[in-house]
């Protein structure tokens, strides 16, 4: 593997061996850093994702007032409750972050001054009716581009009321962002989804004491009467990421990786059933549990893979990880189709037609569809030039394949992988050891 600017190439099929722990998780740091923001107290954070996206929401938070200090590899979030929040001086910036923007918009509804959140070309393309539709129903003054379709948006926030919603779309980022509202609003609310997405923020809420609860797939949530306290919180490492690993070790012959203290949690790891029904040989032995939130050490070991159907309402606990299935779809024999996926268009890239072209040049054939893509496996060749389409997942899914084929292929844009995962080339190359 060589780094060069903004290109890098894998190759070889080197057999996988070794542990390693990835980043920590990413929807999670975002979760700690804003809520650290949002307690009464200081918190200590371990492990916090050190990608781009994450840094976006330390900023964000820093700006409306919370301190945050990192001391050996540790951050110290030091906050005031939602009261102390103050008016930004500056556009908050959330970069290519979904996460930040929408989660965080559900924050400043309720806070009584402006606000304005901005993102980058990405991000400004995607849709974030999802939360102001809602959050103007419970009182928020919200414009922008597009009657508040596409940001930037500009929030003057208030005395919200509760509500009872129904999301149209099974959205983690959504949900989150009005739960976080509805704290703060006068009256109880009801967030309904049509089917489960990641449950982080209940279960970090739940665990710090706020007056959330679940019901099948409502959440409830009563106004908060006092802040939580400051919490100690070790990041356990992101499934997402784990998961390029999980494939490249599986279609890499002769490999054996152990994928340490991972975050386990039923609604992020439908990955692992995915590869399980293809074939791959997967264990999971679960280590413990932090702020409601499940850890366990994955060990895989390679194997040779069918095809498969994904769709319905598996769709959601995988969608961050189909790039990475979709490789591993493209190694395996017979034709697997993933279905139900529309989301999949409007996430950092537009991942249906990327991973169809990247597909294709590695020589396999792929149709795309509205809602998700036809794969037909085989023998991928090497010796492409792969493109990341500026979507960290996207390039690090092209590095897996590429890695498991004898000669070399380029990713082209590989600079994006800074958005979730900046080691993740090093930890590939130690992981395969010396050519
Ligand atoms: C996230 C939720 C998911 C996921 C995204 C992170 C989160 O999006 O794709 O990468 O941290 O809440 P949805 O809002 O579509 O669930």
Redo the contacts with the bound molecule.
């Keep these: 593997m060589t780094v060069l600017d903004n290109e890098a190439v894998f190759g070889g099929g080197r057999p996988l061996r070794g542990r390693v722990r990835v980043p920590g998780d990413?929807?999670?740091s975002?979760?700690a850093v804003l809520f650290a923001a949002l307690a009464k107290g200081a918190s200590r954070l371990t492990h916090v994702a050190n990608g781009e996206d994450v840094a976006a929401t330390r900023r964000i938070v820093e700006l409306l007032g919370a301190r945050v200090r990192e001391k050996r590899g540790e951050l110290i979030v030091t906050g005031g409750g939602f009261e102390a929040l103050r008016e930004p001086e500056m556009v908050l910036d959330c970069a290519n972050s979904?996460?930040s923007m929408?989660?965080i918009a559900g924050v400043l509804a309720g806070r009584p001054f402006l606000s304005v959140l901005n993102g980058d070309g990405s991000l400004r393309k995607r849709p974030m009716a999802?939360v102001t539709t809602p959050l103007r129903l419970m009182g928020a003054r919200i414009d922008g581009r597009e009657q508040g379709r596409l940001a930037p948006l500009v929030i003057r926030g208030g005395a919200l009321n509760g509500i009872d919603y129904e999301l149209p779309?099974?959205?983690?980022?959504?949900?989150?962002s009005l739960i976080l509202a509805a704290l703060q609003a006068e009256g109880a609310s009801t967030i309904y989804s049509p089917a489960m997405?990641?449950d982080?923020?209940e279960r970090m809420l739940i665990a710090l004491g706020a007056p959330v609860r679940v019901e099948g797939l409502s959440v409830c949530v009563d106004p908060l009467a006092s802040a939580w306290d400051g919490f100690e919180f070790a990041v356990p490492a992101d499934p997402?990421s784990a998961a390029f690993f999980a494939v490249a070790a599986t279609i890499t012959p002769g490999s054996e990786v152990v994928l340490e203290s991972v975050a386990i949690n039923p609604t992020r790891i439908g990955f692992i059933e995915v590869l399980r029904r293809m074939g791959a040989n997967i264990t999971i032995v679960p280590t413990g549990e932090l702020l409601g939130e499940p850890v366990g050490d994955i060990t895989v070991r390679s194997a040779t893979l069918t095809a498969t159907r994904i769709e319905g309402d598996e769709i959601?606990s995988v969608?961050?990880e189909i790039p990475a299935l979709a490789m591993a779809a493209g190694f395996a024999d017979g034709v697997t189709e993933i279905r139900d996926a529309e989301?999949l268009a409007v996430?950092?890239s537009n991942r249906i037609g990327a991973i169809q072209q990247e597909l294709i040049q590695l020589g396999l054939g792929c149709e795309a569809h509205r809602d998700g893509l036809t794969i037909r496996g085989g023998r991928p060749k090497p010796g492409a030039t792969l493109k990341s389409h500026g979507d960290h997942r996207i390039a690090m899914a092209a590095a897996v394949a590429a890695h498991a084929l004898d000669g070399p292929s380029a990713v082209r844009g590989w600079a994006v992988v800074g958005v979730s995962y900046p080691s993740f080339a090093a930890d590939l190359e130690r992981l395969a050891g010396p050519a």
């Design positions: 990413k929807s999670l975002h979760r979904g996460t929408r989660v999802r779309v099974a959205t983690a980022q959504a949900k989150s997405s990641r982080h923020t997402s959601p969608i961050d989301e996430k950092e």
